[in-house]
Protein backbone atom coordinates (compact mmCIF):
# COMPACT_ATOMS: atom_id res chain seq x y z
CA UNK A 1 0.00 0.00 0.00
CA UNK A 2 1.55 3.18 -1.29
CA UNK A 3 -0.47 6.12 -1.31
CA UNK A 4 0.39 9.76 -2.57
CA UNK A 5 1.32 12.21 -0.12
CA UNK A 6 -1.19 14.69 -1.64
CA UNK A 7 -4.05 12.18 -2.39
CA UNK A 8 -7.62 13.52 -2.68
CA UNK A 9 -6.03 16.90 -0.96
CA UNK A 10 -5.74 16.11 2.03
CA UNK A 11 -4.39 17.13 4.83
CA UNK A 12 -6.58 20.09 4.46
CA UNK A 13 -5.12 23.69 6.41
CA UNK A 14 -7.09 24.25 9.38
CA UNK A 15 -9.57 27.31 9.31
CA UNK A 16 -8.59 30.34 12.04
CA UNK A 17 -11.84 31.59 13.61
CA UNK A 18 -10.35 33.62 16.09
CA UNK A 19 -6.08 34.46 18.24
CA UNK A 20 -5.69 35.46 21.62
CA UNK A 21 -1.99 36.02 23.19
CA UNK A 22 -1.05 35.59 26.74
CA UNK A 23 1.19 37.61 28.71
CA UNK A 24 4.69 36.74 27.07
CA UNK A 25 6.88 34.30 28.84
CA UNK A 26 10.43 36.01 27.81
CA UNK A 27 11.41 33.00 25.48
CA UNK A 28 8.27 33.25 23.82
CA UNK A 29 4.77 34.59 23.51
CA UNK A 30 1.75 31.90 24.22
CA UNK A 31 -1.18 32.17 21.95
CA UNK A 32 -4.51 30.47 21.81
CA UNK A 33 -6.11 29.56 18.19
CA UNK A 34 -9.46 28.76 17.78
CA UNK A 35 -8.93 26.83 14.56
CA UNK A 36 -11.66 24.06 13.33
CA UNK A 37 -10.31 20.63 12.25
CA UNK A 38 -11.09 19.55 8.60
CA UNK A 39 -12.11 16.16 9.19
CA UNK A 40 -14.90 16.89 11.88
CA UNK A 41 -15.58 20.40 11.12
CA UNK A 42 -15.40 20.98 15.04
CA UNK A 43 -13.59 24.10 16.35
CA UNK A 44 -10.73 23.50 18.49
CA UNK A 45 -8.18 25.71 20.80
CA UNK A 46 -4.63 25.36 20.12
CA UNK A 47 -1.25 26.85 21.51
CA UNK A 48 1.15 28.02 19.78
CA UNK A 49 4.41 29.61 21.25
CA UNK A 50 5.47 32.77 19.20
CA UNK A 51 9.23 32.38 19.05
CA UNK A 52 12.09 34.25 17.69
CA UNK A 53 14.42 32.40 14.99
CA UNK A 54 16.99 30.28 16.74
CA UNK A 55 20.64 30.24 15.79
CA UNK A 56 23.38 27.40 16.68
CA UNK A 57 26.94 27.40 15.44
CA UNK A 58 29.76 24.32 14.88
CA UNK A 59 32.88 26.24 15.47
CA UNK A 60 36.16 24.88 14.47
CA UNK A 61 39.29 26.76 15.58
CA UNK A 62 42.33 27.02 13.73
CA UNK A 63 44.19 24.04 15.04
CA UNK A 64 40.79 22.13 14.08
CA UNK A 65 39.00 21.46 17.95
CA UNK A 66 35.13 22.06 18.30
CA UNK A 67 34.29 25.13 20.69
CA UNK A 68 31.88 23.83 23.17
CA UNK A 69 30.13 25.39 26.26
CA UNK A 70 29.04 23.95 29.38
CA UNK A 71 26.10 25.71 31.29
CA UNK A 72 23.33 25.10 33.46
CA UNK A 73 19.84 24.44 31.95
CA UNK A 74 16.82 25.27 33.62
CA UNK A 75 14.53 22.74 31.63
CA UNK A 76 16.49 19.48 32.60
CA UNK A 77 18.18 20.76 35.57
CA UNK A 78 21.75 20.18 34.57
CA UNK A 79 24.91 20.87 33.40
CA UNK A 80 24.82 20.00 29.55
CA UNK A 81 27.79 20.72 26.44
CA UNK A 82 26.93 22.17 23.56
CA UNK A 83 27.95 24.22 21.08
CA UNK A 84 27.27 27.83 21.28
CA UNK A 85 23.75 29.50 20.13
CA UNK A 86 21.08 31.61 21.04
CA UNK A 87 17.80 33.85 19.84
CA UNK A 88 18.25 35.76 16.77
CA UNK A 89 16.54 39.24 17.85
CA UNK A 90 14.52 41.50 16.74
CA UNK A 91 15.45 43.16 12.88
CA UNK A 92 18.79 41.19 13.23
CA UNK A 93 19.91 38.64 10.20
CA UNK A 94 20.30 35.88 11.67
CA UNK A 95 23.67 35.07 9.68
CA UNK A 96 24.67 38.62 11.98
CA UNK A 97 22.84 36.64 15.15
CA UNK A 98 25.24 33.47 14.83
CA UNK A 99 28.13 35.57 14.37
CA UNK A 100 27.08 37.60 17.34
CA UNK A 101 26.31 34.64 19.72
CA UNK A 102 29.55 33.13 18.92
CA UNK A 103 31.67 36.16 20.33
CA UNK A 104 29.60 36.58 23.68
CA UNK A 105 29.26 33.09 24.62
CA UNK A 106 32.87 32.37 23.53
CA UNK A 107 34.79 35.41 22.81
CA UNK A 108 35.70 33.50 19.51
CA UNK A 109 35.70 35.08 16.13
CA UNK A 110 35.63 33.25 12.59
CA UNK A 111 37.90 33.36 9.22
CA UNK A 112 35.27 31.88 7.25
CA UNK A 113 31.12 31.05 7.70
CA UNK A 114 28.72 28.61 5.72
CA UNK A 115 25.24 28.02 6.24
CA UNK A 116 24.11 24.67 7.14
CA UNK A 117 20.39 25.21 6.78
CA UNK A 118 17.33 25.25 9.26
CA UNK A 119 15.17 23.30 10.90
CA UNK A 120 12.05 23.54 12.78
CA UNK A 121 12.48 22.78 16.90
CA UNK A 122 8.49 21.79 16.73
CA UNK A 123 6.11 22.61 14.00
CA UNK A 124 3.40 21.10 16.55
CA UNK A 125 3.52 24.35 18.92
CA UNK A 126 6.50 26.77 17.85
CA UNK A 127 6.35 28.86 15.13
CA UNK A 128 9.95 29.34 14.34
CA UNK A 129 13.26 28.33 12.74
CA UNK A 130 16.43 27.06 14.13
CA UNK A 131 19.30 28.11 11.89
CA UNK A 132 22.45 25.77 11.77
CA UNK A 133 25.76 27.51 10.93
CA UNK A 134 29.48 26.17 10.29
CA UNK A 135 32.07 28.75 11.70
CA UNK A 136 35.68 27.54 10.57
CA UNK A 137 39.30 29.53 11.20
CA UNK A 138 38.26 30.77 14.51
CA UNK A 139 40.47 32.11 17.06
CA UNK A 140 40.59 34.09 20.18
CA UNK A 141 39.64 37.62 20.20
CA UNK A 142 38.47 38.60 23.80
CA UNK A 143 39.75 37.32 27.28
CA UNK A 144 36.47 37.56 28.72
CA UNK A 145 32.70 36.92 27.89
CA UNK A 146 30.07 39.15 27.50
CA UNK A 147 27.54 36.77 29.67
CA UNK A 148 24.16 38.16 30.15
CA UNK A 149 22.43 37.95 34.33
CA UNK A 150 20.89 34.93 33.17
CA UNK A 151 24.16 32.80 32.01
CA UNK A 152 27.29 31.22 33.56
CA UNK A 153 28.98 29.66 31.28
CA UNK A 154 32.42 27.90 30.88
CA UNK A 155 34.20 27.42 27.28
CA UNK A 156 36.49 24.30 26.34
CA UNK A 157 37.37 23.39 22.85
CA UNK A 158 37.60 19.09 22.24
CA UNK A 159 38.64 17.31 18.86
CA UNK A 160 35.67 16.32 16.88
CA UNK A 161 36.61 12.67 17.28
CA UNK A 162 36.16 13.09 20.75
CA UNK A 163 32.87 14.94 20.52
CA UNK A 164 31.60 12.28 18.32
CA UNK A 165 32.32 9.37 21.30
CA UNK A 166 30.65 11.56 23.80
CA UNK A 167 27.37 11.99 21.23
CA UNK A 168 27.28 8.32 21.27
CA UNK A 169 27.75 8.02 24.90
CA UNK A 170 24.55 9.90 25.11
CA UNK A 171 26.64 12.68 27.01
CA UNK A 172 25.81 15.57 24.66
CA UNK A 173 22.24 15.05 23.65
CA UNK A 174 20.46 18.25 22.93
CA UNK A 175 18.70 17.95 19.31
CA UNK A 176 19.52 21.15 18.20
CA UNK A 177 22.75 20.54 18.74
CA UNK A 178 23.28 17.25 17.62
CA UNK A 179 21.15 18.52 14.35
CA UNK A 180 23.83 20.71 13.40
CA UNK A 181 27.06 18.46 14.39
CA UNK A 182 25.66 15.91 11.96
CA UNK A 183 25.89 18.19 9.12
CA UNK A 184 29.64 18.04 9.53
CA UNK A 185 30.73 14.70 10.85
CA UNK A 186 29.18 11.30 10.86
CA UNK A 187 27.89 10.88 14.61
CA UNK A 188 26.08 7.39 14.48
CA UNK A 189 27.19 3.97 13.10
CA UNK A 190 23.64 3.74 10.39
CA UNK A 191 25.15 0.87 8.33
CA UNK A 192 25.10 -1.47 11.03
CA UNK A 193 21.29 -0.76 11.77
CA UNK A 194 20.15 -1.03 8.47
CA UNK A 195 22.01 -4.58 8.23
CA UNK A 196 21.06 -5.93 11.12
CA UNK A 197 17.25 -4.94 11.25
CA UNK A 198 15.91 -3.05 8.06
CA UNK A 199 16.88 -2.41 4.07
CA UNK A 200 19.44 -0.40 2.76
CA UNK A 201 19.09 3.51 2.41
CA UNK A 202 21.31 2.74 -1.01
CA UNK B 1 43.90 26.88 24.46
CA UNK B 2 41.78 23.90 25.75
CA UNK B 3 40.19 24.00 29.02
CA UNK B 4 38.81 20.60 30.98
CA UNK B 5 35.07 20.78 31.11
CA UNK B 6 35.33 20.29 34.84
CA UNK B 7 37.91 23.27 35.46
CA UNK B 8 37.16 24.35 38.67
CA UNK B 9 34.19 22.75 39.07
CA UNK B 10 32.43 25.15 36.97
CA UNK B 11 29.98 25.75 35.76
CA UNK B 12 28.13 25.09 39.17
CA UNK B 13 24.20 23.73 39.61
CA UNK B 14 21.95 27.25 40.66
CA UNK B 15 20.45 26.74 43.90
CA UNK B 16 16.92 27.05 43.67
CA UNK B 17 15.06 29.23 45.92
CA UNK B 18 11.37 28.74 44.80
CA UNK B 19 8.61 26.79 42.26
CA UNK B 20 5.41 28.43 41.26
CA UNK B 21 3.48 26.35 38.18
CA UNK B 22 0.34 28.50 36.20
CA UNK B 23 -2.44 26.98 34.66
CA UNK B 24 -1.60 23.98 31.97
CA UNK B 25 -1.37 24.62 28.67
CA UNK B 26 -2.42 20.74 27.48
CA UNK B 27 0.91 19.85 26.06
CA UNK B 28 3.13 21.35 28.78
CA UNK B 29 2.88 23.28 32.77
CA UNK B 30 4.71 26.77 32.89
CA UNK B 31 6.34 26.34 36.10
CA UNK B 32 8.67 29.45 37.23
CA UNK B 33 11.53 28.70 39.56
CA UNK B 34 13.80 31.23 41.66
CA UNK B 35 17.20 30.44 40.85
CA UNK B 36 20.62 32.24 42.06
CA UNK B 37 23.18 32.55 39.31
CA UNK B 38 26.30 31.35 40.97
CA UNK B 39 28.26 33.50 38.88
CA UNK B 40 26.36 36.42 40.45
CA UNK B 41 25.01 35.76 43.22
CA UNK B 42 21.91 37.38 41.89
CA UNK B 43 18.53 35.31 42.29
CA UNK B 44 16.30 35.49 38.47
CA UNK B 45 12.77 33.94 37.45
CA UNK B 46 13.09 31.20 34.98
CA UNK B 47 10.39 29.78 33.13
CA UNK B 48 10.48 25.49 33.10
CA UNK B 49 7.31 23.98 30.60
CA UNK B 50 6.95 20.42 32.43
CA UNK B 51 6.52 18.01 29.34
CA UNK B 52 5.78 14.49 29.16
CA UNK B 53 8.51 12.25 27.67
CA UNK B 54 7.85 11.98 23.70
CA UNK B 55 8.32 9.21 21.23
CA UNK B 56 8.94 9.03 17.45
CA UNK B 57 9.47 5.95 15.43
CA UNK B 58 11.02 4.97 12.10
CA UNK B 59 8.74 2.47 10.91
CA UNK B 60 9.44 0.49 7.50
CA UNK B 61 7.05 -2.14 6.19
CA UNK B 62 8.06 -5.63 5.16
CA UNK B 63 8.88 -4.20 1.70
CA UNK B 64 11.11 -2.26 2.93
CA UNK B 65 8.88 1.52 3.15
CA UNK B 66 8.96 4.11 5.23
CA UNK B 67 5.46 4.84 6.76
CA UNK B 68 5.16 8.83 6.87
CA UNK B 69 2.39 10.83 8.23
CA UNK B 70 1.24 14.04 6.82
CA UNK B 71 -0.93 16.95 9.38
CA UNK B 72 -1.55 20.28 9.59
CA UNK B 73 0.65 21.81 12.22
CA UNK B 74 -0.87 24.78 14.24
CA UNK B 75 3.05 25.94 15.07
CA UNK B 76 4.12 26.64 11.68
CA UNK B 77 0.68 26.72 10.10
CA UNK B 78 1.41 24.51 7.38
CA UNK B 79 0.92 20.88 6.79
CA UNK B 80 4.56 19.07 7.85
CA UNK B 81 5.37 15.48 6.93
CA UNK B 82 7.05 13.51 9.71
CA UNK B 83 7.38 10.13 11.55
CA UNK B 84 4.59 8.94 13.66
CA UNK B 85 5.51 10.01 17.25
CA UNK B 86 3.19 11.53 19.95
CA UNK B 87 3.05 11.49 23.97
CA UNK B 88 4.08 9.03 26.59
CA UNK B 89 0.78 8.69 28.73
CA UNK B 90 1.39 9.28 32.56
CA UNK B 91 2.29 5.56 33.54
CA UNK B 92 2.92 4.35 30.48
CA UNK B 93 6.72 2.66 29.51
CA UNK B 94 7.98 4.81 25.93
CA UNK B 95 8.03 1.38 24.55
CA UNK B 96 4.40 1.07 24.54
CA UNK B 97 4.12 4.43 23.86
CA UNK B 98 5.87 3.65 20.64
CA UNK B 99 3.76 0.78 19.78
CA UNK B 100 0.55 3.24 20.52
CA UNK B 101 1.07 5.60 18.48
CA UNK B 102 2.52 3.92 15.53
CA UNK B 103 -1.18 1.71 15.61
CA UNK B 104 -3.62 4.68 16.37
CA UNK B 105 -1.76 7.33 13.83
CA UNK B 106 -0.93 5.08 10.87
CA UNK B 107 -2.77 1.77 11.15
CA UNK B 108 0.39 -0.89 11.42
CA UNK B 109 2.32 -2.62 13.69
CA UNK B 110 5.69 -4.18 13.40
CA UNK B 111 7.48 -7.52 14.13
CA UNK B 112 10.69 -6.05 15.70
CA UNK B 113 11.71 -2.84 17.83
CA UNK B 114 14.93 -1.68 18.27
CA UNK B 115 15.68 1.24 20.59
CA UNK B 116 17.79 3.89 18.97
CA UNK B 117 17.93 6.33 22.04
CA UNK B 118 16.60 9.26 23.64
CA UNK B 119 17.08 13.30 22.58
CA UNK B 120 16.31 16.48 24.85
CA UNK B 121 14.26 18.41 22.75
CA UNK B 122 15.44 21.47 24.58
CA UNK B 123 17.15 21.68 27.61
CA UNK B 124 16.57 25.09 28.07
CA UNK B 125 13.09 25.20 29.25
CA UNK B 126 11.70 21.52 28.61
CA UNK B 127 12.71 18.94 31.37
CA UNK B 128 11.53 15.83 28.97
CA UNK B 129 13.17 13.16 26.68
CA UNK B 130 12.04 12.30 23.16
CA UNK B 131 12.75 8.66 22.82
CA UNK B 132 13.39 7.16 18.98
CA UNK B 133 12.62 3.43 18.24
CA UNK B 134 12.83 1.73 15.09
CA UNK B 135 9.85 -0.39 14.01
CA UNK B 136 10.65 -3.16 11.13
CA UNK B 137 8.49 -5.50 9.16
CA UNK B 138 5.51 -3.72 9.47
CA UNK B 139 2.12 -4.80 8.40
CA UNK B 140 -1.12 -3.33 8.28
CA UNK B 141 -3.02 -4.49 11.17
CA UNK B 142 -6.55 -1.99 11.21
CA UNK B 143 -7.81 0.00 7.73
CA UNK B 144 -9.26 3.14 10.21
CA UNK B 145 -7.10 5.69 12.02
CA UNK B 146 -7.66 5.95 15.79
CA UNK B 147 -7.46 9.53 15.55
CA UNK B 148 -7.64 12.16 18.29
CA UNK B 149 -10.59 14.99 17.94
CA UNK B 150 -7.20 17.44 17.15
CA UNK B 151 -5.98 15.40 14.51
CA UNK B 152 -6.28 15.03 10.84
CA UNK B 153 -3.48 12.81 9.39
CA UNK B 154 -2.31 11.10 6.16
CA UNK B 155 -0.12 7.95 5.90
CA UNK B 156 1.61 7.17 2.69
CA UNK B 157 5.04 5.03 2.23
CA UNK B 158 7.68 5.73 0.32
CA UNK B 159 11.32 4.13 -0.36
CA UNK B 160 14.08 5.69 2.21
CA UNK B 161 15.77 7.04 -0.51
CA UNK B 162 13.28 9.51 -1.57
CA UNK B 163 13.02 10.41 1.93
CA UNK B 164 16.59 11.34 2.33
CA UNK B 165 16.22 13.51 -0.63
CA UNK B 166 12.91 15.04 0.47
CA UNK B 167 15.45 15.86 3.74
CA UNK B 168 18.17 17.01 1.48
CA UNK B 169 15.80 19.15 -0.34
CA UNK B 170 14.37 20.87 3.06
CA UNK B 171 10.79 18.99 2.58
CA UNK B 172 11.48 17.22 6.08
CA UNK B 173 12.69 19.90 8.79
CA UNK B 174 11.17 18.79 12.06
CA UNK B 175 14.41 18.30 13.99
CA UNK B 176 12.78 15.46 15.77
CA UNK B 177 12.04 13.18 12.65
CA UNK B 178 15.52 14.08 11.60
CA UNK B 179 16.87 13.11 14.85
CA UNK B 180 15.12 9.50 14.56
CA UNK B 181 15.34 9.16 10.32
CA UNK B 182 19.71 10.37 10.98
CA UNK B 183 20.09 7.25 13.85
CA UNK B 184 18.83 4.67 10.40
CA UNK B 185 20.03 6.02 7.25
CA UNK B 186 22.73 8.70 6.62
CA UNK B 187 20.52 11.96 6.02
CA UNK B 188 23.71 14.65 4.86
CA UNK B 189 27.14 14.29 2.66
CA UNK B 190 29.32 15.49 5.47
CA UNK B 191 32.23 14.59 3.54
CA UNK B 192 32.24 17.12 0.96
CA UNK B 193 31.51 19.99 3.74
CA UNK B 194 34.65 18.74 5.63
CA UNK B 195 36.54 18.65 2.43
CA UNK B 196 35.71 22.39 1.46
CA UNK B 197 35.65 23.81 5.01
CA UNK B 198 37.26 22.12 7.99
CA UNK B 199 39.07 18.95 9.69
CA UNK B 200 38.22 15.50 8.81
CA UNK B 201 36.79 13.75 11.66
CA UNK B 202 38.73 10.67 11.23
Known sequence: MSESPTSAGRPLPWTKLSSRHEPSLLLFRPRWDKLVNPRTQQPMDRLVLETPDWVNVVALTEDEQLILVRQYRFGTS??????????????????????????????????????????????????????????????KVSEHLELD??????????????????????????????????????????????????????
Do not use: K
Open 78 to 139: TVTTEIPGGMVDRGEAHADAAQRELREETGYAARAWTYLGAVEPNPAFHDNLCHHWLATGCH
Open 149 to 202: AGEDIVVYTEALTRVAERVRAGEIRHVLVLSALQRVIDLYDTTARRRNHGPHAD
